[in-house]
């Protein structure tokens, strides 16, 4: 039993040493790594910093070329909405014109009208002076008749009760 006690003991002692051994050798790993870690801090800040740069120059990138395309799907879109305007203008000005044709045919054909009514008018006025000097001159020739203006001689109209044999 003795030898079985110091069989154990001896496997006690083998483990604690063991595990002063893990222990120390874990220490000694931990301190290892932070004085890597100490020693390369600059480095390992500088490679952070580096991979930060680049992320955000390639965020700053994607961003430009967002807003790029943007602003050209934009400028496309007004270009598309000012070339529509333009359509739109040049049909409306072809219209306008259209109708001023017609407003100007409509406006000669009034001017004809009136020019001719005008015209018309004057040789009614004309026919109608001509009409009343005409008709005027005949009733001063029907009263000069009658009143023997004219000297012509015509027999003299007695009233009595003379009669012609008699004479």
Request: hydrophobic letters at 30%; charged letters at 50%; a positive charge.
């Amino acid at each position: 039993m003795e030898r079985q006690r110091k069989i154990r003991a001896s496997e006690k002692e083998k483990m604690i040493v063991e595990e002063e051994t893990q222990k120390r050798v874990e220490e000694l790993v931990a301190k290892r790594v932070e004085e890597q870690l100490a020693k390369r801090k600059d480095e390992i800040d500088a490679e952070v910093m580096k991979r930060v740069e680049e992320a955000k120059r390639v965020m700053e990138k994607q961003m430009v070329e967002e807003f790029e395309k943007r602003r050209q799907e934009q400028l496309e879109e007004q270009q598309m909405k000012e070339e529509e305007e333009r359509r739109k203008i040049h049909l409306l000005q072809n219209k306008v014109d259209e109708l001023q044709k017609h407003l100007d045919v409509a406006n000669q054909r009034l001017a004809e009208e009136r020019l001719t009514m005008v015209a018309e008018r004057r040789t009614l006025t004309e026919q109608k002076m001509s009409l009343e000097r005409e008709i005027k001159k005949q009733e001063k020739a029907a009263q000069d008749l009658i009143l023997n203006k004219n000297r012509n001689n015509r027999q003299k109209l007695t009233f009595g009760f003379k009669s012609k044999g008699a004479l």
